[in-house]
């Protein structure tokens, strides 16, 4: 499973990070999640819950804000945010646009830890 790597280094980034803080426990890991990432949100949940065995992290909770795809239109110059990833197109005008900026993200926003 894809999810399953990508949380096993999640864990790492976020493990690196805590020990440079002299955390000893790690209680929850925010992270942004573009609907364009090509992360499934419920499976990157399940591997965390195993990634996170026998590390620093063990116990912590993930919690994921989802960000929904925002295109630009250069005609109109304004921006869009789109109800799915089905549609690219411009509110305004209509004209299909793949200027995409926002939606791809997948980023630590943030780390609970105790010290
Ligand atoms: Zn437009």
Known sequence: MHEL???HSLVEIAGEAACQANAK???AVTLRLGALSGVVKDALLFSYD???ENTLLAGSRLYIEELPVVVYC???DTQTT???VQRFRCDQCGQPTA???QGKEMEIVSLEYTE
């Open 5 to 7: 790597s990508i949380a």
């Open 25 to 27: 426990q790690v209680e």
């Open 50 to 52: 195993i990634a996170i």
């Open 74 to 76: 250069p005609d109109c």
């Open 82 to 84: 789109l109800d799915g």
């Open 99 to 101: 200027q995409i900026i």
